[in-house]
Structure formats: structure tokens, C-alpha cells
């Protein structure tokens, strides 16, 4: 049972990335899935979650304007389309698997970092 995030990586302000998740090990397509995630000496941020039908379930007002949450059950993968992407977005990010009010499963984590 496993969460594979990747797509990370370095962009200028503005930019855009693509994250991706992977999942295996559970019945991906039974779960709300979310992004969160954690820049260094903060705490957690930016919690979205999308249900398995791939309706967003939540979305933090920080990032619901210029961030697309979506997910494609037939592959186990989780998407997060980031654009217009600001310097206060860099963190690492997480996606989790949602159960019960709580996150039960998270991957390692991929790294975005904004900065000219």
C-alpha cells in the first residue's frame, strides 16, 4: 500500500508543473484523495481533497484559483495542475489518502520550489 508523488521540480513565478501521485496496494477509485502541503518551518497548507467521481470535495482559498485538481481512477493516479505558481507556493508536496475526517496513508513527498 503506497503513494507515489512526482513532477516536482523548480519553475519561475508564473509557471506551471504538474503533479502526479500513484497509487497501489488499495482500491484507489473508493477514496477521496488530497494534496496538502508543508513549507519548511510551517505547518501543513493548502489541504484539497476530490472524491472518487473527481468532484473536489475541498479546496484551500489559497490555492483554489490557480490550482486544478483531478484524477483518473483507471490508472490509480492523483493530478494537480499548479499554475501561475507564486514564490509562497514553495513546499514539499504531499497527496494522502482521506478516511474517516483524517489522512491515513501519504506519500514521500515531491518538492516544488518557485524562485527567479
Known amino acids: 500500500v503506497q503513494l507515489v508523488e512526482s513532477g516536482g521540480g523548480m519553475v519561475q513565478p508564473g509557471g506551471s508543473l504538474r503533479l502526479s501521485c500513484a497509487a497501489s496496494g488499495f482500491t484507489f477509485s473508493a477514496y477521496d484523495m488530497c494534496w496538502v502541503r508543508q513549507a519548511p518551518g510551517k505547518g501543513p497548507d493548502g489541504a484539497s481533497c476530490i472524491n472518487p467521481g473527481g468532484a473536489v470535495a475541498y479546496s484551500a482559498d489559497s490555492v483554489k484559483s490557480r490550482f486544478t485538481f483531478s484524477r483518473d481512477n483507471a490508472k490509480n493516479t492523483l493530478y494537480l495542475q499548479m499554475n501561475n505558481l507564486k514564490p509562497e507556493d514553495t513546499a514539499l508536496y504531499y497527496c494522502?489518502?482521506?478516511?474517516?475526517?483524517?489522512?491515513?496513508?501519504w506519500g514521500q513527498g515531491t518538492q516544488v520550489t518557485v524562485s527567479s
Open positions: 494522502a489518502r482521506a478516511f474517516r475526517g483524517s489522512y491515513d496513508l
